[in-house]
């Protein structure tokens, strides 16, 4: 059994506390990536770090959201310096909590693709002379070459340090054993902290599944490849990603020791694990990154799962660099690219002091924590949606073209270049079919009542003397089309696609939306996330669905519902008067009570 493989091996204590009420004071960083200057820098704007690295934060809990290494060059003083905080902060009364990020959990698991050189560097005293001649040895026999032949590849992908590095990360070495002993997720006064985010994964399992289970299964794996490695089974220069597939081909010898089959069979169960995968709570980015009606009921699940109120987290950085929150201040992101070559931010802490939330920066700025701004396609820092809705509305036209409709049932559209002398812009310009009725503007108003985040800025406006809708058209974007022709690219998004359509379908059945085409069917190259175009062959005074998705299985969840129920007829009214005439605003609450009555048939999601 796995037991018997890691019983010589150094055991985390269970059960670890992991709730923590009447704390007075909680201070928040994330994403430190060995960017140790600009962490005290960030530590001492928040008051519980002094000018000669002590602790001066008396009672104040300190949380650390995980992703202490990799890129930057000073990981090791980063964990030196918070490893001494730990028992100076306990000692005045307070607490330091260092969270497990996906990045300690790949250092820990052999996954060194974003070590920086000055992260070796920082062990290269550590290393033993004889430790590296064995693993060239090693090294040379897996590569069935002369040693002279792969002398240069070995020092420059293993360089002075890599050995002694991954020997600290052992259960049993110094780090390894530091961080193993860690929790995935802390929950102070009703406030969770965790590094990816919260899950459906935690929902099912719950905060003690979490930082018993998830976090068990990492140290079993730790403990297992350490086994494996000192069997000369895997090597410490086996990419992570081979694992799977040497030990799938390991043919033992007819009188190999039961305890290194056991770590065999062992190892290829734990690589699956829940908290290796993009749905655990270290690798989601969901949270962050999927629309509203897609993630905001999930997040209340988990909430109510783990007894939270809120969560705060890391793992994605923000796009303004700043701190920012989503659902009325239940998530909250402190991603800001702390490391500033590499993610072009600085560092902030978030504080919680009662009901107070701010945030200070390195440099001691004060500020609140705005919104996540909303962005359907990428444009230019600065031109919020705000600004972008005004720049379509009175910018002035620089280009018109023509092009031609690819469905005789579709009218022509025009191509628009809109400035307003700081910024410009490319637009679809599609005329009105009727008097009072723009579907194309509706479809955007209905995307922001609903929090999809699909739907492109669309405006009214008159272009050479024809009302129409004005709808903006991101760079940097591919269609359905084209992204399936090349191999189904984007299957990786942090918002899966699988979701996103769904969500499309039944946004297309609201709004009994007749043209929607793979060409009609965009995405952010950079992100993968969906965004609908032209919504010109929409609102149509009819209930039901439209033919193409009268077999389709709808996923009206919780979300939807919500949505759903609070679009009362009035708030219909509010919003579409005067873009939707009395008919088609009758059918459209018709087509919204048919979906409520709905069953919900979801299709699964896509990992």
């Known amino acids: 059994m796995i037991l018997i493989v890691l019983m010589s091996l150094p055991q985390t204590a269970w059960p670890r506390e992991w709730r923590f009420d009447g704390v007075d004071r909680v201070v928040a960083i994330a994403d430190i990536h060995g960017a140790y ?16 690295l002590s602790w001066t934060g008396g009672t104040t809990n300190l949380v650390i959201v995980g992703d202490i290494l990799d890129r930057g060059p000073k990981s090791r003083a980063v964990m030196d310096l918070l490893m001494r905080l730990e028992g100076e902060a306990e000692s005045a009364g307070g607490r330091v909590h260092v969270l497990i990020g996906n990045h300690e ?55 002075p340090g890599y050995f002694a590095m991954r020997r600290a990360f052992r259960p049993d070495g110094i780090y390894g054993r530091w961080l193993l002993e860690k929790n995935i997720i802390v929950v102070i006064n009703g406030t969770a902290f965790v590094h990816g985010g919260l899950s459906p994964e935690v929902t099912r399992i719950g905060l003690d599944g979490v930082n018993q289970a998830l976090q068990k299964e990492l140290a079993d794996f730790t403990g297992v490849l350490d086994v494996l490695t000192d069997a000369e089974i895997l090597s410490p220069t086996d990419s992570h990603y081979k694992y799977e597939s040497i030990l799938n081909n390991f043919m033992p010898a007819l009188s190999e020791d039961p305890v290194i089959m056991h770590a065999v069979s062992a190892g290829i169960r734990l690589n699956e694990s829940e908290i290796l995968g993009v749905d655990g709570p270290l690798w989601y980015r969901s949270n962050v990154n999927c629309p509203g009606i897609i993630e905001e009921h999930r997040l209340d699940a988990a909430l109510a799962a783990i007894g939270a109120d809120r969560v705060v987290v890391g793992h994605t950085p923000t796009p303004n660099r700043k701190v920012l929150q989503r659902f009325g201040g239940r998530l909250i992101e402190i991603d800001t690219g702390m490391l500033n070559f590499y993610y072009s931010g600085i560092g902030h802490a978030l504080i919680l002091e009662g009901e107070s939330v701010s945030v200070t920066s390195q440099a001691g700025v004060k500020s609140s924590v705005p919104d996540h701004p909303r962005q359907v396609g990428r444009r230019s820092s600065g031109l919020t949606t705000e600004k972008l809705q005004q720049l379509l509305e009175t910018g002035e036209i620089v ?33 009105r079919e009727a008097k009072g009725v723009y579907p194309g503007v509706a479809a955007y108003r209905m995307d922001r009542l609903l929090e999809l985040d699909m739907v492109p800025v669309t405006v009214m406006r008159e272009i050479k003397g024809s009302d129409g809708s004005l709808q903006f058209m991101p760079d940097n974007r591919t269609d359905e089309m084209l992204r399936s022709l090349s191999g189904q690219v984007g299957s990786s ?28 069917m965009l995405y952010d190259k950079s992100s993968w996330r969906l965004m609908l175009s032209e919504h010109e062959r929409t609102f149509a005074n009819k209930k039901g669905r439209p033919s193409h998705l009268k077999k389709v299985n709808l996923d009206v969840n919780d979300g939807w519902k919500n949505a759903l129920s609070a679009m009362t007829n009035q708030v219909l009214h509010d919003n579409f008067s005067d873009v939707l005439d009395n008919r088609r605003l009758g059918a459209l609450a018709a087509r919204r009570d048919q979906l409520l009555a709905t069953r919900s048939q979801p299709a699964g999601r896509k990992k």
């Not at 200057?37 to 000669?52: C, G, I, K, N, R």
């Not at 696609?497 to 793979?518: C, H, K, P």
């Open 493 to 520: 998004s942090s918002c899966s696609i699988t979701d996103q359509w769904a969500a499309m379908y039944v946004f297309d059945v609201l709004v009994y939306n007749e043209g929607r085409s793979q060409q009609r």
């Open 399 to 431: 280009t018109i073209g023509k092009v031609s409709p690819n469905n005789r049932k579709m009218p022509a559209r025009t191509e628009v270049k809109i400035s307003d002398g700081k910024y410009t812009v490319n637009a679809m310009f599609h005329k």
């Open 105 to 159: 959990s790949m250092i820990l698991t052999g996954d060194m693709r974003y070590v920086s050189a000055q992260e070796y560097a920082a062990f290269a005293e550590d290393e033993d002379r004889a430790e590296r001649k064995r693993w060239f040895e090693v090294f040379v026999k897996q590569q069935g070459a002369e040693k002279g032949a792969v002398r240069a590849e070995f020092e420059q992908n293993y360089p």
């Open 37 to 52: 200057d600009a962490m005290v820098s960030t530590l001492q704007s928040a008051d519980v770090l002094d000018p000669e």
